[in-house]
């Protein structure tokens, strides 16, 4: 069965430092997409980052950068130069099969402190 | 502007009544999602759509309900079958199942 698993229910981090989010996922599929999104106070749901999974680069997104390992089938979230406003929680998600079933992990709270 | 609306932002319900959920999209997008999330938990998959006229269940389908008449709107009611319906219930679209999907502003409902 296809599963994301988030093992960080909550990180911390000081404003202008570095954190890492962590996921892996499990999946039969050889083609499949990953995402994070940012789900802030106001409960809107954000694209944080894609990755496809046939692309060995590691995508980037100004501060947002990824290190997608297919082989261990880990995909974390590498925040650099925190801001305050990037508290909020953090979703991994996949997405796979001819179906295109999108699958959540439970979740990382993430805060940054001034 | 394109986007996805929900409506109502605040829902109330009576225990034992039956409540939709609108969810509309002006994307042009296939797919359709209906996710619950509670108090400190992810997303769990209710049910999902890729095409009018037909939708697939997710993990949690029971004691809810779907239609797809219309590639715009994927409107979700949650009947009385359901025995803890109070969480947030958010609606997404993507364009094909393995792009990324844009969410609406999310649901709130609450049983009194």
């Known amino acids: 069965a296809q599963t994301v698993t988030q093992s960080q229910p909550e990180m911390s981090v000081q404003e202008a430092e570095t954190v890492t989010l962590s996921c892996t996922y499990d999946?039969?599929?050889?083609?499949?997409?990953l995402f994070w999104y940012k789900q802030p106070p106001s409960r809107q749901m954000i694209l944080v980052i894609r990755?496809?999974?046939?692309?060995?680069q590691n995508a980037t997104e100004n501060r947002f950068s990824v290190n997608f390992q297919k082989a261990a089938k880990s995909f974390s979230l590498k925040i650099s130069d925190s801001q305050l406003g990037d508290a909020a929680m953090y979703f991994c998600?996949?997405?796979?099969?001819?179906?295109?079933?999108?699958?959540f992990g439970k979740g990382t709270k993430l805060s940054v402190k001034p | 502007d394109g986007g996805i609306t929900q409506s109502p932002k605040y829902l109330f319900r009576k225990e034992g009544q039956n409540v939709t959920l609108s969810c509309e999209q002006n994307?042009?997008?296939?797919?359709m999602y209906w996710y619950r999330q509670d108090p400190g938990q992810g997303l769990r998959l209710i049910y999902y759509?890729?095409?009018?006229?037909?939708?697939q269940k997710g993990d949690i389908a029971e004691g809810y309900s779907v239609s797809r008449e219309k590639k715009e709107s994927f409107p979700l009611t949650v009947t009385s079958a359901q025995k803890n319906p109070t969480a947030f219930y958010l609606c997404?679209?993507?364009?094909?199942?393995?792009?990324?999907?844009?969410f609406g502003q999310g649901t709130r409902l609450t049983v009194v």
């Open positions: 994307l042009n997008h296939d797919a």
């Open positions: 997404a679209s993507s364009i094909m199942g393995r792009t990324e999907a844009f």
């Open positions: 999946t039969s599929e050889s083609d499949y997409y």
């Open positions: 759509s890729q095409i009018v006229n037909d939708f």
């Open positions: 990755q496809e999974a046939y692309k060995q």
């Open positions: 998600a996949n997405i796979e099969g001819s179906q295109g079933n999108l699958i």
